[in-house]
């Protein structure tokens, strides 16, 4: 089995800072990308960053030049910092990890639980 535990969401005055973090725990062999998405009420589920083992990282528009997404690959972590935050960056941020599980070949994707972000103005 394998898990996707986010952490490190809360309220936080717009122009301020955040940092999630993510690990990935289990029967893992090796993880290829990892990725942060965001999904606000009423709206679609939309990739914010993402990250590959190599560090090839890839950005949605709205949050270029303001978040930076970051990895440990020894501890199955993926972190984003998040500055200068946004009343319309308010939403639950959820993890997610592309991995080849111990005793498989191809690779899954997983699902975080999800951690609420809320930016007051």
């Known amino acids: 089995q394998v898990q996707v535990v986010e952490s490190g969401g809360g309220l936080v005055q717009a122009g301020g800072s955040l940092r999630l973090s993510c690990a990935a725990s289990g029967s893992i062999v090796t993880i290829n990308n990892m990725g942060w998405y965001r999904q606000a009420p009423g709206k679609q589920r939309e990739l914010v960053a993402d990250i590959t083992s190599g560090g090839i990282t890839d950005y949605a528009g709205s949050v270029k030049g303001r978040f930076t997404i970051s990895r440990d690959n020894t501890k199955n972590t993926v972190y984003l910092q998040m500055n200068n935050l946004k009343p319309e960056d308010t939403a639950v941020y959820l993890c997610?990890?592309?991995?080849?599980?111990?005793?498989?070949?191809?690779?899954?994707?997983?699902w975080g639980q999800g951690t609420q972000v809320t930016v007051s103005s």
């Open positions: 997610a990890a592309t991995l080849r599980q111990g005793g498989t070949l191809g690779y899954t994707f997983h």
